[in-house]
């Protein structure tokens, strides 16, 4: 079918335009939405949400002890390991029994012995503690009626001797003297086979008075 050129120009044209219409729709429909959506809100900035950050707990310090605290003296605990007696360098021990006058019943005693004549010659020269012991016994195998001196010896003591039957012979306080030749001297009042020298005045302790049986040997009771 034979088409006039003219007509076929006007349909052309108004095909043109109905497709350049239809262009114009689709951009202003597109114009309603965002441009860029990734650069829209997040889901937690649109409902708010915070972001939680995890921190790690720190210990609190133990603050440090009160100077005061540190500084406070404490008592020592008593060292009941240490032995209760020792010996003089040089010197032993002997046990003494003394059975007191009267019902007082029997003393056992542990003494300081001084049994050969270095010994009984040295006696408690230059002594000023007996460590633990009450006393100093001197000796003999035989009665002897020798006095004694305190050369060179400071404590104050107390002398008793004792006879071969164990009673007390008699006695004497001594005072202390200078390492000299003329310090004083006692004598006792008979012969004796046992001498005991105390601290001064502290004979009656012991339970050696007048009536008194001192007997000497055998193991030292416990301290």
């Given amino acids: 079918?034979?088409?006039?050129?003219?007509?076929a120009r006007i349909l052309l044209g108004v095909a043109l335009a109905l497709v350049a219409l239809g262009g114009v729709a689709f951009l202003l429909q597109g114009a309603d939405e965002p441009a860029d959506p990734s650069l829209g809100p997040s889901a937690d900035e649109a409902t708010g949400?915070?972001?939680?950050?995890?921190?790690?707990?720190?210990?609190?310090?133990?603050?440090?002890?009160?100077?005061?605290a540190a500084t406070t003296p404490t008592t020592a605990a008593t060292d009941t390991s240490a032995p209760a007696r020792v010996p003089l360098e040089g010197f032993s021990e002997v046990a003494v029994s003394v059975d007191p006058p009267g019902e007082g019943g029997l003393l056992e005693w542990c003494l300081l012995a001084a049994r050969s004549a270095e010994q009984r010659s040295r006696g408690l020269m230059e002594v000023t503690d007996l460590q633990g012991y009450p006393g100093m016994a001197f000796m003999y195998e035989e009665p002897v009626d020798n006095a004694f001196w305190m050369r060179n010896t400071p404590m104050p003591l107390t002398i008793a001797w004792?006879?071969?039957?164990?009673?007390?012979?008699?006695?004497?306080?001594?005072?202390?003297?200078?390492?000299?030749?003329?310090?004083p001297t006692?004598?006792?009042?008979?012969?004796?086979?046992?001498?005991?020298?105390?601290?001064?005045?502290?004979?009656?302790e012991l339970g050696i008075v007048p009536g008194s049986v001192v007997e000497l040997g055998g193991a030292c009771p416990p301290a």
């Fill in 1 to 7: 079918m034979h088409i006039d050129h003219r007509v």
């Fill in 49 to 68: 949400a915070a972001t939680t950050t995890t921190t790690t707990a720190t210990t609190p310090t133990t603050p440090a002890p009160d100077d005061t």
């Fill in 162 to 183: 004792i006879g071969a039957d164990g009673q007390l012979v008699s006695s004497a306080d001594m005072e202390p003297c200078d390492d000299r030749d003329d310090c």
């Fill in 186 to 204: 006692y004598a006792p009042g008979g012969a004796y086979v046992t001498a005991i020298e105390v601290p001064q005045g502290q004979l009656d």
